[in-house]
């Protein structure tokens, strides 16, 4: 019995020889723009993680006791939270992470609801950070720009 063949008649053998160099040539550049895309977006989930545990840190350290800016002189006042801005700063740079003393924002006077329904006075601080685009060609094809702004915020309860 002879063995069916899938060519057609009259057709010589090796017809598809560049068939997989052609699939290679469309699948690659999609594939490129796949990964550069994951790297870009994995960028922003770990500035992102470094930020939000900057402004965790700058919470803590300023809700202790030493850094009461309550009953303080304007001067004294802008001490403290200078003080507190660059706790946050030097945790960032630890992270590679360069941000300014104005990215940093500091409220000593949040009303916290604690069990009970009694409120407490806590610390909010905000960091917000503009992220640069590793690839910048990649933007025309992922929609980056609106959410390169990275922002944390944290709330502690003041221990004063």
Same mark, same amino acid.
């Given at each position: 019995?002879?063995?069916a ?15 997989? +160099?052609v &699939?290679?040539? !469309?699948?690659?550049?999609?594939f490129?723009? %796949? $990964?550069?895309?994951?790297?870009? #977006?994995?960028?922003?989930?770990r500035?992102?993680?470094?930020v ?11 809700a202790?006791?030493?850094?009461n800016?309550l ?7 802008? +001490?403290v &939270?200078?003080? !507190? ?6 945790? %960032? $740079?630890?992270?590679?992470?360069? #941000? ?7 409220d000593q ?19 917000t ?13 992922i ?18």
């Open positions: 019995m002879k063995q063949s899938n060519r057609l008649p009259g057709m010589k053998s090796g017809g598809q020889k560049g068939v997989a +160099t &699939e290679l040539a !469309i699948i690659l550049p999609m490129g723009i %796949l $990964l550069l895309g994951i790297l870009e #977006i994995g960028g922003m989930a500035a992102h993680q470094a939000q545990n900057g402004a965790r840190e700058g919470a803590r350290f300023a202790m006791p030493i850094n800016v009953n303080l002189s304007a001067s004294a006042k802008t +001490t &939270e200078n003080r !507190i801005k660059d706790s946050v700063i030097a945790y %960032l $740079l630890n992270e590679s992470i360069a #941000i300014t003393r104005a990215d940093v924002a500091l006077d949040v009303s916290i609801s604690v069990t009970g329904g009694d409120t407490v006075k806590g610390t909010r601080v905000t960091v950070y503009t992220r640069p685009i590793l690839f910048p060609g990649i933007a025309r094809w929609a980056l720009n609106s959410i390169r702004p990275v922002q944390g915020t944290a709330v502690f309860r003041n221990l004063y």
